[in-house]
């Protein structure tokens, strides 16, 4: 483990790193269509989160690669994206929304590749511990999703602007003291091309890609569809913060999984499970019981899954590679299935309804399943 210190401003910045995304992700969209913007306007504005996670990465990894100091270049995203922020306090039209979305996104992750390679320098090589860390960031999404939703309820939209940038501003105030991991010499001395030529990469890339898409539904008009089924903003907050529960749990118990199973096991069964979940979201909406089950499948298709690939790519790559290996994986899961989910979502659900919405991604999941089941071998990733 790292020192106690580096411990708690690791964890600490994950806390507020997705205490942002639980504020932003279940309630922009909201705020978004009270500016009377159509679905498929809603769809492009959140598909430019994704889009700039497919870009900027893989050029912040460089810069940081280039002078050597992941810590700056955490530091600068922060305080870039919160000033990228204030755009959206000064326009309520598409393009000028467009503007600001794109300066935030751009700015804003470039950070978390850094701050996983960070981690798992930290860590040593013990990646099952990651977890324990990363689940910090779940605290933080449950506070913040759960406490926004009660204030939505008796605040008008437009303050959910200040809470996000509230939030912002932690990320900046934390990554200040974010402390620099000592550099390990490579084990090797290869290319990172030449690790992503291994077909057993290029599936789980593809794989990750189909499962990020899937997710495309829910992270664009989840919270649109159970206020239309009659929900409130607290009712919304505690469903999406049921899910990070489970997802806490996950990853409290991924070090006991990894030992249990294969990494192809676990991500087999997130995929099947991605599959069953976005069917119940998208026909059973009126059903309390079954939309709480649906919930607790994100331990599964976001906290095991997630952490597996995180730990494959750990594997396979040595330290001198750990950066760019990990943008490469949030820009082609996060970015490029994340842009593919967030713009077909956006397409059908003003075109087929939310339930062949919904259908859709559990579409996507079914081919994941596919690829890691018959791509990937079932040592993959070791144990």
């Known amino acids: 483990m790292p020192s106690r210190p580096a411990y708690w401003r690791l964890s600490a910045w994950y806390f507020f790193y997705f205490a942002f995304i639980g504020a932003f992700a ?3 969209t909201l705020y978004l269509q009270s500016l009377t913007l159509s679905a498929w306007a ?16 893989n ?9 050597g100091r992941r810590t700056a270049v955490v530091r600068a995203s922060a305080l870039l994206s919160a000033l990228g922020f204030l755009v959206f306090f000064l326009t309520r039209d598409f393009w000028g929304l467009f503007a600001g979305m794109g300066l935030m996104a751009f700015f804003w992750s470039a950070a978390l590749p850094q701050v996983e390679a960070l981690t798992l320098d930290h860590l040593g090589g013990r ?4 977890g324990r860390i990363r689940l910090w960031g779940s605290v933080g999404f449950i506070a913040a999703v759960l406490g926004t939703g009660l204030w939505l309820d008796a605040a008008p939209l437009r303050s959910l602007l ?22 390990r010499p490579p084990a090797d001395a290869a290319p990172l091309r030449s690790g992503l030529g291994l077909s057993q990469m290029v599936t789980l890339l593809a794989a990750c890609f189909l499962m990020s898409a899937a997710h495309g539904p829910l992270y664009v008009f989840y ?45 087999a069964a997130s995929f099947a499970l991605a599959v069953v979940r976005f069917l119940l979201i998208g026909w059973f909406a009126d059903h309390v019981l079954l939309l709480l089950l649906a919930q607790l499948m994100h331990g599964a298709t976001f906290g095991a899954y997630h952490a597996a690939a995180v730990a494959a790519i750990n594997r396979w790559y040595s330290a001198r590679h750990q950066a760019r290996a990990q943008a490469v994986y949030g820009s082609v899961s996060f970015g490029g299935g994340g842009i593919v989910g967030g713009l077909v979502s956006g397409w059908a659900w003003e ?8 259908s859709v991604g559990a579409a996507f999941a079914a081919a994941g399943l596919l690829l890691v089941w018959r791509g990937l071998s079932a040592g993959a990733g070791g144990r």
């Open 351 to 358: 075109s087929l309804g939310p339930g062949w919405t919904y």
């Open 127 to 130: 990646a099952e511990r990651y």
């Open 59 to 67: 050029l912040w990894s460089w810069l940081a690669d280039r002078i």
């Open 42 to 57: 809603i769809g492009v504005l959140m598909s430019l989160m994704q889009v700039m996670r497919l870009v900027a990465p």
């Open 223 to 267: 919270s649109i569809h159970l206020v239309e089924h009659g929900y409130g903003n607290a009712a919304v907050g505690a469903f999406w913060a049921v899910g990070v529960v489970a997802e806490i749990a996950v990853f409290a118990l991924m070090p006991r999984m990894m030992r249990a199973w294969s990494l192809r096991t676990i991500l």
């Open 162 to 183: 200040a809470i996000c940038l509230a939030f912002l501003l932690g990320i900046v105030a934390v990554a200040w003291g974010l402390p620099e991991a000592p550099t």
């Open 26 to 28: 279940p309630y922009f």
